[in-house]
């Protein structure tokens, strides 16, 4: 009796295969729950299936840093970059480094999305420099007086910073647009040429203007006697033309941060201004966060800054210096990718926040926020190739994989049926469940990780569908060997299961292994290939564990296929099934050493 007892073990084990199917069944209701809550109830699409536009950038080698571009500075790089482009609104762009120093750019149609293309080509770092000269480039703007879709009227050259109009002494406007900090001393908001960068002020603080200060025009290339630009400098100060786009683009590029330099800005669009500018005291490294916002006091857009505690001392030290110039040397230039992006200037010091305000609009505003924020890339990069997809395409592509998946879905539906009759009702629910689970997954992965499911990752989807299924081949041939060697159909579904066990998960981990080689080793699309591998091999062995194998000694006990009918594909007369072995056991029992 003992046994017998033991030899039933197995058996009793599996007699609660309710169990199992109840906790996957509850595991796919929490999956559709939470995608249906997350508002998440498709997967993400890759910008191949979505539309949109594929950015390339390549590490340029810089002067003096022979081993600047490394893992590190490009992991750095991407994170920036990131940040930069998500900081716009375009929270599913996807940026990812491709060989050493390589950065692929994926960002999708919609908001925001050509606004982020444009400051994705924005790679140099950022630099606070002091302005030592600046003179025009270029032809002059050309007066407007029209209003502005809102109704108020667009800042001039001469406008104060919320486009009011301020008169010096000698009856002449003065230039710029106005910023404010947070400092506790008094302010001047006095304006020059550019954005001015001023602290706070009380009500009871006199506003003093602009005309106890020459206007840059006035003396357009006034040099700090201190410190006189270099011959060759003042040879290319004069040589520059910033109306010629490379010349624009050129100046100022992969010079080091002690250099001065020549570069070109626009504060009016149709214009240019040309400065000599002195060497970096403050880097975008140093500004803690930056963004565009309205003044609630002026309803004006304007950009706040905020230091880290380093950054604080040295722009305190920087502005107090330049406050106590005279125009144009007391602003300093905000130089990006070797372009002065504003010009502010400075009326007294100050430390850890400021703000700049002046004839900004939202996007300028926001603009220029983003890239101080993010601006310093410890690299500067080559725009090598930029690819638009349009949705269409991807549309088609999509559904020409679909219909691909379909037609292989519909081949292993027919070889099921046909060769396994009944059995294949099994297969079919175990797909089923396969690609519940795989479709909520991919959902909720969009949001949680930034999965995006490209072509690539569809191919591998459907290259799941044949490994899948070779699960649950493996496991009805070992029940139908079984069978053919004499067994009934529920001690051949459990002495299977050991045997077929082992052979899918072997064959699993081969197929996991590889994914995950591949995933590793490769870039770009082909890891959405490699992690739609992976994430199904897995779901594969929840599913023959937790459902096929539950599922299968259910239906043994049913009598469809208990009684081994010719549809329930385990026919042993088909099957070519052994006599019993109980019986062959009682035809070879002796029975002669019983008798003497």
């Given at each position: 009796m003992a046994a017998a007892k033991k030899g039933r073990g197995p058996s009793g084990g599996q007699g609660r295969p309710g169990r199992a199917l109840a906790l996957i069944l509850i595991a796919m209701v929490a999956l559709a729950g939470g995608m249906f809550l997350s508002g998440h109830t498709?997967?993400?699409?890759?910008?191949?299936?979505?539309?949109?536009?594929?950015?390339?950038?390549?590490?340029?080698?810089?002067?003096?840093?022979?081993?600047?571009?490394?893992?590190?500075?490009?992991?750095?790089?991407?994170?920036?970059?990131?940040?930069?482009?998500?900081?716009?609104?375009?929270?599913?762009?996807?940026?990812?480094?491709?060989?050493?120093?390589?950065?692929?750019?994926?960002?999708?149609?919609?908001?925001?999305?050509?606004?982020?293309?444009?400051?994705?080509?924005?790679?140099a770092q950022l630099y606070f420099r002091p302005v030592l000269t600046v003179q025009a480039s270029g032809p002059a703007p050309e007066p407007?007086?029209?209003?502005?879709?809102?109704?108020?009227?667009?800042?001039?050259?001469?406008?104060?910073?919320g486009g009011d109009k301020a008169k010096d002494e000698g009856g002449k406007k003065s230039e710029g647009e106005e910023a404010t900090g947070t400092e506790s001393t008094p302010s001047a908001s006095a304006t020059t040429q550019g954005r001015a960068v001023t602290g706070a002020l009380t009500k009871d603080d006199p506003k003093p203007g602009a005309s106890d200060k020459p206007k840059p025009s006035d003396s357009p290339e006034a040099t700090p006697s201190a410190d006189p630009a270099t011959a060759?400098?003042?040879?290319?100060?004069?040589?520059?033309?910033?109306?010629?786009?490379?010349?624009?683009?050129?100046?100022?590029?992969?010079?080091?941060?002690?250099?001065?330099?020549?570069?070109?800005?626009?504060?009016?669009?149709?214009?240019?201004?040309?400065?000599?500018?002195?060497?970096?005291?403050?880097?975008?490294?140093?500004?803690?966060?930056?963004?565009?916002?309205?003044?609630?006091?002026?309803?004006?857009?304007?950009?706040?800054?905020?230091?880290?505690?380093a950054g604080a001392k040295k722009f305190q030290t920087i502005t107090g210096r330049l406050s106590q110039q005279q125009p144009p040397m007391n602003q300093f230039a905000i130089v990006l990718d070797g372009e002065v992006v504003s010009a502010?200037?400075?009326?007294?010091?100050?430390?850890?926040?400021?703000?700049?305000?002046?004839?900004?609009?939202?996007?300028?505003?926001?603009?220029?926020?983003?890239?101080?924020?993010?601006?310093?890339?410890?690299?500067?990069?080559?725009?090598?190739?930029?690819?638009?997809?349009?949705?269409?395409?991807?549309?088609?592509?999509?559904?020409?994989?679909l219909i691909a998946g379909a037609i292989g879905l519909a081949l292993v539906v027919v070889y099921l049926v046909v060769y396994y009759r009944g059995l294949a009702f099994i297969a079919l629910l175990s797909l089923l469940v396969s690609g519940v689970l795989t479709y909520t997954i991919m959902s909720l992965l969009g949001p949680a990780i930034g999965f995006a499911l490209n072509l690539p990752a569809v191919c591998g989807a459907i290259v799941a569908i044949g490994i899948t299924a070779d699960s649950f081949i493996v496991y009805f041939e070992r029940v139908r060997d079984e069978?053919?060697?004499?067994?009934?159909?529920?001690?051949?579904?459990?002495?299977?299961?050991?045997?077929?066990?082992?052979?899918?998960?072997?064959?699993?981990?081969?197929?996991?292994?590889?994914?995950?080689?591949?995933?590793?080793v490769t870039v770009g699309k082909v890891q959405g290939f490699a992690f739609t591998l992976g994430l199904t091999t897995l779901l594969d062995v929840v599913v023959v564990f937790f459902f096929t194998k539950p599922l299968m000694t259910l239906m043994g006990r049913t009598k469809f296929f208990s009684r081994g009918g010719a549809w329930s594909g385990l026919d042993p007369k088909r099957l070519g099934a052994q006599p019993p072995l109980r019986r062959s056991r009682r035809v070879n029992a002796p029975t002669e050493p019983k008798e003497a």
């Open positions: 498709a997967p993400r699409l890759g910008i191949d299936l979505a539309g949109g536009t594929s950015i390339t950038l390549e590490a340029q080698n810089q002067p003096g840093k022979p081993n600047a571009i490394n893992k590190t500075n490009m992991d750095t790089a991407v994170g920036i970059i990131e940040r930069r482009v998500n900081g716009l609104g375009v929270s599913e762009a996807e940026v990812q480094t491709q060989g050493d120093r390589n950065i692929i750019v994926n960002i999708p149609k919609g908001t925001n999305s050509k606004q982020a293309q444009d400051q994705v080509g924005t790679t407007s007086g029209s209003a502005t879709p809102s109704g108020s009227a667009t800042p001039k050259p001469g406008e104060s910073a060759k400098l003042q040879e290319e100060f004069t040589k520059l033309d910033c109306t010629d786009p490379k010349q624009r683009t050129d100046a100022g590029k992969g010079a080091k941060a002690t250099d001065s330099i020549v570069a070109c800005g626009s504060n009016v669009p149709g214009s240019y201004e040309k400065y000599i500018l002195g060497p970096a005291e403050v880097s975008g490294g140093d500004v803690d966060d930056a963004k565009g916002a309205i003044d609630q006091q002026t309803s004006k857009w304007i950009v706040s800054m905020e230091f880290t505690s502010p200037s400075v009326s007294q010091a100050l430390s850890k926040n400021a703000q700049i305000s002046g004839n900004f609009t939202q996007q300028s505003a926001e603009d220029l926020g983003n890239i101080l924020s993010y601006g310093a890339l410890p690299l500067t990069f080559k725009e090598v190739s930029v690819t638009t997809v349009t949705a269409a395409l991807g549309s088609e592509q999509l559904k020409g994989g069978i053919r060697e004499g067994r009934t159909l529920r001690p051949a579904i459990e002495r299977a299961w050991p045997r077929a066990r082992r052979t899918v998960l072997v064959s699993d981990f081969v197929s996991f292994l590889a994914a995950a080689v591949l995933f590793i």
